[in-house]
């Protein structure tokens, strides 16, 4: 593991500057013709430091096909302050680098997109900030961006599973107007979202105390959660959501928008299945070139190189990676197309270092704060003439380097920084972060990326990719039991808590002049199923009855907020309960449960009908007698009133005779007008 790294000293100078003390070390030019790079890193970015650092040892050792060897200046700043920044800017470009590469925080990134693009220095970086300004002459933009953009990725990923509305979580200005540009993604005429809520957080207590607020607001609502923050803050976020009793799991969902999955996660949150998890990965661990680079990657020293030692690498470090070879290649293409195109300047470059370090040796101080370059024997001061020994006429020319503080009114641009940058835009290689190519605007263009999930009782998987071209397609995804991350300890007793049920757990009665003691005192449908578990697994335990003899309910009384089994289950007094507990959301907020042993439902039993042969009366079946009986005496009734009426009516005499009829008669009765 450390000759690995020695022999990265042996061929590869890399400085690191803190911002204070100078250090000279004289050396001889070598023959070995060698690209100058400067390096800026923001502190906290070890890892990608680390895959920088990897990826130089690479190419270097790979004697047999590289031209040329890389020679970088690292510099590690820890302040945003324009002033110092511009300062170890300008001592970089002092050096002679060919071109820039770094990892800086947004508010440093706009000071170095500036003097890249003054100077036309080309400028290679893993991620670019949200919002990057093009440059005010119209002309191209010497930065280049290996992280893709996939806000549209986000976008079909919401579509896909069908959110209406989603609640925005984020912790920096980046991640507002990342937001911005998914609202600006969005095509008009498609089944659109609705972003309900939008809070920005500092840090992981203030979550948790937002997703109460959420809790208190619905509890039982869908709440689906883009959650923009970087991966440990967001593992932090999810491993307290789990922990904390008072918030509920199974309505949850993340949606993880950065590139934060390419990290390892099983070993922190293989216990939370209770939550889904959605996110996106760069990295495809099934390509033969990232298995080859995991099995380098994982046998380094992780104290020597943090982050290494382990297989897996995130995507910011995955990036970084890249950039170093997609440089290589340019400057591949360029030097395959013209072999000389740098002589002159490595030649020059060799004469300046050659003078600094016979200044140095008198005695004399450098003006910058930074430490100066320094060589071990191997790597040399730079590169030494190549060919004819470097032509006597060149050595005369005066050094020409990059000038910040020159007083003339305009400055002098890098050279060859225009060609450069626009070979690296016609760069396509295969890296670990897939296929890299660019378009004419130096964004990346035909990249992948892939969808994946981390469920219940499944490890993280592929449900499906996206592509930029071909938009999101999903897969069959297949879940993979995982395994338990620890082992069950043999040497205690685990205590079960129950509940008398018949005939799931019932009090024994023991034979005459018998003392039943411990487990034997009960039997039941849940009393064997505990002795088969104990079996299997080879474990003791301890069958307890529940102290108040309930199930479980909320109860604030309580300490837990639970009574019952749920509440020793809380409170942590019994490790298991086996009993016929009904699944509840309520119950499913604060433990966990197994698959059911016996599922019910609401039945309604009648009773089957007997079929008979039908007779005369059948027709009187769907009418009880009462019934019929009364609706006879009603229709009697019915049909006797008009005869009653008859009887009743008053006699008239006819003058024509003697018979006499009975007719119901109706007078009209005229009244008169009286006039007063």
């Known amino acids: ?318 990036l970084m990676y890249d950039a170093v070879f997609v440089l290589v290649e340019a400057f591949n293409k360029i030097l395959r197309k013209k072999p000389d195109q740098f002589r002159n300047n490595v030649q020059r470059r060799s004469q300046t270092l050659m003078a600094a370090a016979s200044t140095a040796g008198d005695g004399s101080n450098s003006s910058s704060n930074n430490n100066d370059a320094g060589f071990n024997s191997n790597s040399g001061s730079g590169s030494g003439s190549s060919g004819n020994g470097g032509g006597s006429g060149n050595f005369n020319i005066a050094p020409r380097a990059l000038d910040c503080n020159t007083a003339k009114g305009w400055v002098n641009a890098w050279e060859h920084g225009d060609k450069i940058s626009r070979y690296l835009r016609k760069v396509e290689i295969e890296g670990l972060t897939g296929d890299i190519k660019f378009n004419d605007d130096g964004r990346r263009v035909n990249y992948t990326l892939h969808v994946v999930e981390m469920t219940v009782n499944s490890a993280m998987v592929k449900v499906a990719e996206w592509n930029d071209v071909t938009g999101l397609q999903p897969l069959n995804a297949k879940f993979v039991r995982l395994r338990p991350h620890v082992e069950f300890e043999k040497n205690r007793t685990y205590i079960v808590t129950t509940v008398l049920e018949e005939p799931y757990i019932m009090i024994k009665q023991p034979a005459f002049g018998e003392q039943l003691h411990g487990n034997d005192r009960f039997e039941g449908y849940c009393k064997d199923l505990a002795d088969l578990l104990s079996k299997r697994l080879g474990l003791d335990y301890e069958l307890r009855l529940v102290k108040d003899g309930n199930y479980g309910s909320e109860n604030p009384a309580v300490q837990g907020g639970w009574d019952g089994m749920v509440g020793e289950l809380v409170r942590k007094e019994a490790d298991i309960a086996i009993a016929p507990m009904t699944i509840t959301a309520e119950r499913e907020r604060v433990i966990d449960f197994s698959k059911p042993f016996m599922s019910l439902g609401i039945s309604i039993m009648i009773k089957k009908p007997v079929k008979q042969t039908p007779g005369v009366f059948s027709f009187m079946n769907p009418l009880s007698q009462e019934i019929w009986v009364r609706m006879c005496v009603t229709v009697a009734a019915i049909c006797a009133l008009p005869f009653g009426s008859l009887l009743n009516a008053p006699t008239i005499a006819c003058s024509g005779g003697t018979k006499s009829r009975n007719f119901a008669t109706f007078q009209p009765v005229a009244k008169k007008a009286t006039l007063t």
């Open 1 to 318: 593991m450390d000759l690995g790294w020695k022999l990265s000293c042996l061929v590869l100078w890399l400085t690191c500057s803190s911002g204070s003390g100078n250090t000279r070390v004289s050396a001889q030019p070598s023959l070995t013709e060698k690209i100058p790079l400067g390096a800026i890193f923001e502190q906290g970015t070890d890892e990608v430091q680390s895959a920088f650092k990897y990826a130089m040892l690479n190419h270097n050792l790979n004697v047999s096909s590289r031209r040329f060897e890389l020679q970088a200046y690292v510099d590690v700043i820890n302040t945003a302050d324009a002033f110092k920044l511009s300062r170890l800017i300008c001592n970089q470009f002092s050096r002679g680098v060919y071109s820039m590469l770094g990892a800086v925080s947004p508010d440093s990134f706009d000071t170095l997109h500036s003097y890249s693009n003054t100077f036309q220095m080309p400028f290679v970086t893993p991620w670019f900030p949200e919002k990057v300004l093009t440059p005010s002459s119209g002309f191209l933009d010497f930065a280049l961006s290996m992280r893709p953009d996939y806000h549209q990725a986000i976008i079909d990923t919401i579509q896909f599973y069908g959110w209406r509305k989603i609640i925005y979580l984020y912790d920096s200005h980046d991640g507002l107007l990342r937001l911005q540009q998914i609202y600006q993604g969005l095509k008009p005429g498609n089944e659109a979202f609705q972003v309900e809520l939008v809070k920005r957080i500092s840090n992981v207590s203030m979550a948790i105390e937002f997703l109460h607020t959420l809790e208190q607001i619905g509890r039982f609502t869908k709440k689906h959660i883009v959650l923009d923050c970087p991966t440990e803050m967001a593992k932090q976020i999810l491993i307290q959501h789990v922990r904390d009793l008072r918030l509920g799991r199974r309505t949850y969902h993340y949606l993880l928008s950065g590139l934060v999955m390419d990290d390892r996660w099983e070993s922190e949150i293989i216990e939370f299945g209770a939550i889904n998890i959605t996110g996106f990965r760069i990295v495809d661990t099934n390509r033969r070139l990232v298995r080859e680079f995991y099995d380098s990657w994982k046998r380094l020293d992780p104290q020597m190189s943090v982050g290494a030692g382990r297989e897996s690498i995130s995507a910011q470090a995955a």
